[in-house]
């Protein structure tokens, strides 16, 4: 049996450490850990920031006063869903039969393109307030039609019955065409339902 030298034996049991690891090697960390730990610092982080700052008392809305004679407003849109206004409750207000409304010009009349034409109908101002200067129709949806709205020639007191008119000019393209009117009061505020015109251009 061969015998191996002593200087041999010593050579290998050197080397034998110098092969070993020089640290430790640390355990692989849980990546959950690892996001819990960060997510609780940010936590951390965004309440020490709230905490810096203080509560300011938000001062209350300024409230309006409303008109004499009227006791809350109403918030007015037309058809097309458009905010036109607030109204007085107890002020302005229009209403009309659907049977008498049309005092010419019946839905679906015929027109040529580009005929000039005036169509009327009847209201009733059933409001508390007269309406004169400053009270008149403006356009609200559909197809204006280069409407203009002829003007009031006397005052309309409460309760009564009036007609009004726009002077339309037909569209140069043929089809059917709408055109919807709502009343104003002498403020720019919209009240009532719309009248409309409807007309087959050919």
Do not use: H
Not at 9 to 15: E, G, K, S, W
Not at 77 to 90: F, I, K, R
Not at 105 to 127: A, E, I, Y
């Amino acid at each position: 049996m061969n015998r191996i030298p002593f200087a041999a034996l010593v050579l290998v049991l050197a080397l034998v450490p110098a092969c070993s690891p020089a640290a430790p090697i640390a355990p692989t960390q849980d990546i959950s850990a690892i996001k819990t730990s960060v997510a609780r610092t940010v936590v951390a982080e965004i309440t020490l920031t709230a905490s810096a700052f203080t509560a300011t008392a938000v001062p209350p809305a300024e409230t309006a006063t409303p008109d004499p004679g009227v006791t809350g407003t109403l918030a007015v849109t037309n058809a097309a869903g458009t905010a036109v206004g607030t109204q007085g409750a107890l002020c302005d207000s229009m209403t009309f039969n659907p049977a008498t409304v049309d005092v010419n010009v019946p839905d679906l009349s015929r027109m040529t393109k580009g005929q000039q034409f005036v169509k009327t109908w009847k209201v009733r101002n059933d409001g508390s307030c007269a309406w004169g200067d400053g009270y008149g129709l403006v356009f609200a949806y559909g197809e204006r039609m280069g409407g203009v709205p002829q003007p009031f020639e006397t005052v309309v007191a409460a309760g009564q019955e009036v007609e009004i008119s726009v002077n339309f000019k037909a569209p140069s393209l043929s089809g059917e065409y709408v055109s919807a009117w709502q009343m104003t009061n002498s403020n720019g505020v919209a009240f009532g339902k719309p009248v409309y015109v409807k007309v087959i251009v050919n």
